[in-house]
């Protein structure tokens, strides 16, 4: 699919009892994952009697593919072929299979429901789940996240001016390679010498040579759930956020959520919060939220 040239592994994760059951399709968030990370929540999710259908990321279980090279139409082309995985499965009921988009994941779930309303072969996901996932385009949550960063650091303006500027180096065309590269170059070293690299930046985010100008992950991920998620009229959408997020600033994806749906017409979207917690929201702090809404009976 879109360049693969090996099938990808994942596990089919099954409640007790008959089905066909509801079934979730986890989607990754930025990296190079197994299926592995996704086990656990399947597992939680199995003892409320919903399937999982969970998948190896490209490139994380072969050396023949390098994570930081894949685009994020590639990872959008494998998980649609995994949601169609699910849809066809005997075991699961395919008017009840939905997405759930871990962080970077949701994009990934957005840009599926966004396929499904333009191609009759492929049905719309039952419903979605955004976990510690972004509302707002990739490059204004890169921009969102850095501020956020840069004022929780309490970095000088000069240094939190660099961390932006870092995004525009990488995403403007316009910029000529060798100035982009000697910028980037520029805040590598003032981000090392101050001791916040590691804080703002990821791995690719600033090459020491032109070579990997090509997979700064910005450069390899640009998309805007607004024009897909204002046209989700009826889908049920669940956005789970840390209240203490930085990474997902909770204030301008929680309003550029709210938005789309009005526009959308769409009354199915429910937010939860929640608090003193950042952008490593654990499934049992989702779970005890829940319950205590929800109980079992």
Not at 39 to 46: D, K, N, V, Y
Not at 126 to 140: E, H, K, L, M
Not at 275 to 285: A, R, S
Request: with cysteine.
């Amino acid at each position: 699919v879109d360049g693969r040239t090996e099938p990808l592994g994942g596990t089919l994760v099954l409640p007790e009892g008959e089905g066909p059951f509801a079934c979730v399709v986890h989607l990754h968030g930025r990296g190079c994952e197994t299926r592995m990370t996704e086990i656990s929540p399947a597992r939680t999710l199995a003892r409320y009697g919903v399937a999982s259908l969970v998948f190896d990321q490209r490139g994380a279980e072969t050396d023949n593919v390098d994570c930081s090279t894949t685009t994020f139409a590639q990872v959008v082309a494998d998980a649609e072929q995994a949601y169609r995985t699910a849809l066809a499965h005997p075991a699961v009921d395919p008017t009840r299979v939905g997405l759930k988009g871990g962080s970077a994941g949701a994009w990934t779930a957005q840009a599926i429901a966004g396929l499904a309303l333009d191609d009759p072969s492929l049905p719309l996901p039952g419903f979605i789940i955004t976990w510690v996932g972004p509302g707002t385009s990739i490059i204004d949550q890169q921009r969102q996240s850095a501020v956020a960063v840069t004022e929780s650091l309490e970095l000088s303006p000069d240094s939190a001016a660099l961390a932006l500027r870092q995004i525009e180096l990488a995403t403007d065309d316009s910029i000529d390679e060798a100035a982009a590269l000697a910028g980037l170059r520029e805040i590598r070293a003032r981000a090392t010498e101050e001791g916040w690299i590691r804080r703002v930046f990821g791995d690719d985010d600033l090459p020491e040579d032109s070579a990997g100008l090509s997979s700064i992950w910005i450069r390899r991920f640009r998309f805007d759930p607004d024009p897909v998620l204002r046209r989700l009229t009826e889908t049920p959408y669940l956005a789970v956020f840390g209240e203490e997020d930085d990474v997902v600033p909770l204030a301008q994806n929680i309003e550029a959520l709210r938005e789309a749906f009005e526009i959308a017409g769409n009354d199915d979207l429910r937010i939860v919060t929640i608090p003193g917690v950042g952008h490593g929201v654990e499934h049992g702090d989702i779970v005890r939220t829940i319950e205590v809404q929800f109980p079992r009976t």
